[in-house]
């Protein structure tokens, strides 16, 4: 049974907030379709799910993601295809447009680099930190240090296939100067996709893509 119009939009605008504070990640997967991803500080601010709401927003999101308009989208919801079933012709419009006005931002952009990538494109990450005791190595432990703590990250990726999704897991271990350089690097890497483009801050990316999917 299609989620009420009401609750839709309400969540929406909630998610669309959360979003904004940097609790909620609107996912392009390499297959296009879009996932949210709340961080632990946003999931207890989220509106509840259950009756099939993410389901339900989520599908818009990819519908905007793959560059569906209103009508396609429309015509789709009314029929058995639709994820929870038919859905009045008013109330899919009126979904399909909360979502294009407050989740949509950079979507279509995403969706074509990712489905269109040949190589692995990050589908997210952990990590967690852990201290080492001892292994087979003739070296001696480090004197200086009672622990010896690292962290490892792991990195999930995924390349777009017309198969089976094509996956691979990559783990690496990383010290505290290892974390300083690479957030370094990554911060240069920011800076130049930015500088390319013309801008300065993501809120400013967002924004042109933004406007550039109202032209």
Known sequence: MPVDLERFTDAVRRLAALRD?????????????????LDEVG???APPGGDGLYIDIEDVATALAVGAS????????QTDSAPLGPEDEA???????????DLAV??????WLRTTSK?????SHDWEVVSKL????PLPRPPETAQCLYGLLRLNTERATSGEPDQKITVVGLDADDLDDLILGLTNLRSALSAEAGLTTLADAEAAHAEAAHD
């Open 43 to 45: 999931a207890p601010q």
């Open 21 to 37: 504070q940097g609790h909620l990640r609107v996912e392009v997967t390499p297959r296009g379709t879009v996932n949210l991803v």
């Open 91 to 101: 109330i899919a419009r009126s979904k399909y447009e909360a979502v294009a006005s």
């Open 106 to 111: 950079g979507l279509r952009r995403r969706a």
């Open 134 to 137: 001892a292994d087979s190595s």
């Open 119 to 123: 190589v692995y494109v990050l589908t």
């Open 70 to 77: 209103a009508d396609e989208f429309v015509r789709v919801r």
